[in-house]
């Protein structure tokens, strides 16, 4: 697959990049950084997977623990 991120950690590629990206190759395309509850329908019609991190985690510090509401609400919107 390929991963399609932004110009620095927790930055998200523009929805167009990753849009760009799915129409020019045959494998999966993820989106690999800045995917959060708000934007995640900007990517959902383009990519495969992504990866999220801090942006589900407490005060969004990629060490401390996962908070379940974001986890919850993230997925939700997933499956709208």
Same mark, same amino acid.
């Given at each position: 697959? &390929? ?7 927790? @930055? $998200?590629?523009?929805? !167009? +990049? ?7 190759? =045959? %494998? =999966? &395309? #993820? &989106?690999?950084?800045?995917? +959060?509850? +708000? *934007?995640?329908? +900007? ?8 990866? &999220?991190?801090? =942006? #589900? ?5 990629? @060490? *401390? !623990? #996962? !908070?379940? !509401?974001?986890?919850? $609400? #993230? $997925? @939700?919107? %997933?499956?709208?």
């Amino acid at each position: 697959g &390929v991963i399609v991120t932004g110009s620095h950690t927790g @930055q $998200a590629p523009s929805p !167009e +990049d990753v849009a760009t990206v799915a129409g020019a190759v =045959s %494998c =999966s &395309v #993820l &989106v690999g950084s800045g995917v +959060d509850i +708000d *934007n995640i329908g +900007d990517f959902i019609s383009f990519a495969d997977a992504v990866i &999220v991190g801090s =942006s #589900l985690k407490k005060a969004g510090k990629w @060490q *401390n !623990e #996962l !908070e379940a !509401e974001k986890v919850a $609400a #993230l $997925a @939700q919107r %997933c499956h709208r």
